[in-house]
């Protein structure tokens, strides 16, 4: 699955992502995830006649928020109307912005150096639900479609990239990275799988060295991070095939099939859609004052390379593996984790580690609380829990949450403290005098042997490492 | 610029799913040409020092906090459609993918 030798594929990027704000971009109804199908719903977003829209300023302030982490210009912005008929928009047309957008211009520096051009980053509102009922086969008149509007007017900001992406582990890491300075600045919380984050990718190739761009398609159905790698790739492969075999690409939208691993076509070049976009003679325009910018500036929380230059300068000379676990504990968010833990005395190298594989291997993770982890990680660093005592503590605390050292006590993970572990290592050393004089012997095999009772005596409460390092110093005595 | 064709007035028409009879078709051609000549009437101005204007008011948008106003009662809403199912709209079959 790959593109032809000879050809290279160009990408660009449409991110759509909601906005975490507590009401819709034009009226008052809750922008809730998962209520009650239209209970989240007022004359503005149902489109009732003589109903008008009035802009939401959280909305507008989390879209400067994303301007100003992507390095975009904020500049005076205005609203258009786009014209279609669906009945997910039942105004029959979607507000947003056109030739005037919020944001303009900008960069996305990616973990490996690389640069991505952002166009775009503009405001507009999504649609509502809609889910089709009757299986195929069944009678024309009988299929039909229900329509939920709690979603209808949500904010989104939409975000584009210019088509500076050449390769599909590049889009994958693009969409990471956008992902998580999304997440960083609060204006989404990006799950691809909920579609609060949802991207298009446009594909096109041309012959290495040719200055002119190819006929693009559009990739839709991107539910994950894999899904657009695959999608990109498949895709590339696929034009390339055909201009090679003397075919051209027909500008179209295509869908991801992620079970067949393929694209397939949506929609003809004939049903090319005419939105007659006019301005919306209901808004004002839009123009953020300098006092507003400059506060949302300051605000900004850390970015990921930020955060991620943070993690490299406390490990001091990362290896590559730790690299890379730098790069994913800021792509899951849950780096705070790290640096509380190394500020409140632990290890670096343990601190990320331990985030890097246990925590981020539980399930519900980014729930975690940054102090209930960094308590543990300091616990297993004094030696008062083993590294797989402090694991269970963990995944007891995104199960049922709660105190971290309640959880342990209640687990009968007691406190073992140096001088029991000593006294409970020499009692065990007295009672197998012919292993322990073949462990001096060199035979480190009986290492295990020793460590295997002395777990049995303190039922699990002894760190492994511990007892082995414990019996190397009696050793050499 | 070429003056309004009445195929311009049919595509227009499609778009907004209008059925407009040969007659219809006639009638808005002439008074939409009409409408739009008398727009053209500004090309008769200078507009090389105006910068282009997004709205006539000299004001910039009014902008709502970000606090939930209750809305409608979801009955009172469903009440309104034509046909309901599992608290949803419930509309014909749809032909073709969202836009
Ligand atoms: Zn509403």
Redesign the interface.
Known sequence: MTILDGYEMVVGLEVHTELK???KLF????NAFGS????????V??GLPGSLP???????ELAMAIGTALGCSIL?S?FHRK??????MPKDYQISQYD?PINVGGTLELPDGSTVRIERAHLEED?GK?????ASGRI??A???????NRAGVPLVEIVSAPDITSAAQARAYAAELRSILVATGASDGRMEEGSMRVDANVSVRRVGDATLGTRCEIKNLNSLRSLQRAVDHEAERQSELVAAGGRVVQE?R?WDEVAGTTVT??SKE?A????YF?EPD?????PEDPWRDRVAAELPALPAARRTTLLALLGEPTPSQRDQVLSVVELGIDAMVTSAVSSGVDPARALSRVANEVAALNGAETLGVDDVVTVLSMEQAGELSATHAKAVLADLVEHGGDPRELAKRRGFEQLDASSLDATIDEVVASFPDEWTRYCQGDDKLAQFFVGHVMKQTKGQADGKAVIAGLASRRSR | MTSLSREDVAHVAKLARLALSDEDLERYTDQLRAVLDHARDLEAFDFESTAPTAHPFAAAAYLREDVVVEGLDRDEVLNQAPAVEDDRFCVPQIIGDAP
């Open positions: 704000t507590v009401t009226c008052g109804c809750a009650a199908p239209n209970t989240n719903v007022c004359p977003c149902l009035v802009l939401n300023r959280g909305a507008v005076p205005s014209n279609y008929f669906y009945p997910d005037e649609t809609t889910t089709h009922v009757g024309h008149g299929e039909r479609s229900l329509v939920d509007y939208t869908h949506m929609r049903e859609y005419d939105y007659r301005p808004l004002l325009p839009l123009v």
